[in-house]
């Protein structure tokens, strides 16, 4: 249990971090990835870029801005192959990954290689961040006052165990069991977040599709023929962010997103409702605030809600960051309210005190993949605005 009832952050009106790259950043990248361009000019732009997006988030009243992940390939960022001991590889057998998990299944079945396919090679050390240089040029853009509201978005801690199948995630001579794996993982983390705490960051969120992922039958399915227990390994992913986790300030916010997939076009990988790991994810897990996937039926209903306990909030992923269709508000403020009723069945406190420990999304971001999703620039800042409306109409004057 989360030893603190954090409130701002999060924020009512909440977005997922990454946002549409404009035109001449993504053509630059482009060119950098085809070892034509400049890498120099790329940085130029993408620090224009985030001077830009962050002036826009302001406007567009958001208080936990991010940087778009403007200078992400992908939404996880380079914290894995920054580790020494983990090495990005492009050849492999075709035999170390589970071919059930969502995501390695949908690549494999369309005829592609499972994406960025990153290996532990070597006994896993903390070597600096990769992720500090990308903070503070966003700190730096907003008053003192206002900084420790900004965002930063982490790599999910489980992120290259998943995939892979048992032992075959790191060298047998390097770790004997999965538990001497995480060990190193959950030290890497903590050294990694007292860098960035001291540096001012005070609200994480933590981008987690793999958690989803459990909620997906095919995938359990998958789990039992090979005669493995995924409650096991779920229960070890719970452990392993609450070793991460363990020496974080009380005055640094914690969330975890979960979604079923985001990728080019906003493709998603899984299905599946919360109610399979409703109860562990929401009582065992030390964080503070859930951003939930919930803008269509694949993310199930609000019962697993049910769980969620006194002094933890819920950001409900209500508005889809995958087309650009504008959903009905008086449709939305049913569903939020649906779900504080729920919640309050479950904890016995008021649907108003329930309702005090939510907020409001898009479902993920806008570009969990560089190249982003079916929405134009002028689409996302009216999903976004339809976010802020939707949150100031249920709690007027609140952030």
């Known amino acids: ?25 993504l053509d630059e990248k482009h060119l950098v990835d085809q070892k034509k361009g400049d890498r120099k000019k790329l940085a ?29 390939h ?21 035999d170390i990954f589970r071919m059930y998990v969502p995501d390695i299944a949908a690549f494999t079945e369309s005829g592609h290689k499972p994406g960025e396919t990153v290996l532990c090679t070597g006994k896993i050390k903390h070597v600096g961040s990769t992720y500090v240089d990308q903070w503070n040029y966003l700190k730096n853009l907003l008053p003192k006052d206002k900084q420790h509201e900004a965002k930063l978005t982490l790599a999910a801690p489980n992120w290259y165990h998943l995939r892979y199948k048992t032992g075959r ?23 990694e977040l007292k860098i960035l705490y001291d540096n001012g960051l005070r609200n994480v969120q933590i981008d987690d599709p793999n ?39 009380s005055d640094m916010h914690v969330g975890v997103h979960l979604c079923r997939g985001n990728f080019v076009g ?15 994810l929401f009582r065992n897990l030390n964080v503070d605030t859930y951003y939930l996937e919930y803008d269509t039926p694949r993310a199930g209903g609000f019962e697993p809600l049910k769980e969620l306990p006194k002094g933890k909030n819920v950001i409900l992923g209500l508005i889809t960051s ?61 999903k976004l605005k339809l976010v802020r409306k939707l949150a100031d109409e249920i709690w007027p004057g609140q952030p």
């Open 211 to 249: 958690l989803a992922y459990f909620c997906s039958e095919k995938m359990l399915a998958g789990f039992k023929a090979d005669g493995e227990d995924s409650n096991a390994l779920f229960d070890q992913y719970i452990k392993l962010y609450n070793d991460c986790l363990s020496e974080r300030p």
């Open 74 to 94: 992908m939404f996880w960022g380079t914290f894995f192959p920054g580790l020494d001991g983990f090495e990005e590889v492009t050849d492999f057998p075709d």
């Open 1 to 25: 249990m989360s030893a603190k009832h954090h409130q701002r952050p999060p924020f009512r009106a909440e977005h997922l971090g990454s946002l549409l790259r404009p035109k001449p950043l």
């Open 322 to 382: 995958k087309f650009p269709k504008l959903e009905d508000i008086s449709e939305m403020k049913k569903k939020v309210n649906q779900a504080a009723k729920l919640i309050s069945e479950g904890t016995g406190e008021t649907q108003e005190e329930a309702l005090n420990r939510l907020g409001v999304s898009p479902q993920c971001g806008f570009a969990s993949h560089s190249d982003g999703n079916n929405v134009g620039h002028d689409e996302m800042v009216a």
């Open 266 to 280: 906003g493709r998603h990988f899984s299905e599946g409702g919360y109610d399979a790991i409703a109860t562990k």
């Open 169 to 191: 995630a790191y060298p047998k001579e390097v770790y004997a069991t999965d538990a001497e794996y995480f060990a190193d993982i959950a030290k890497a983390y903590r050294a």
């Open 44 to 72: 130029a732009i993408e620090d224009e870029s985030i001077n830009s997006i962050v002036k826009e988030q302001l406007a567009l009243g958001f208080h936990a801005v991010s940087d778009g992940e403007y200078r992400r």
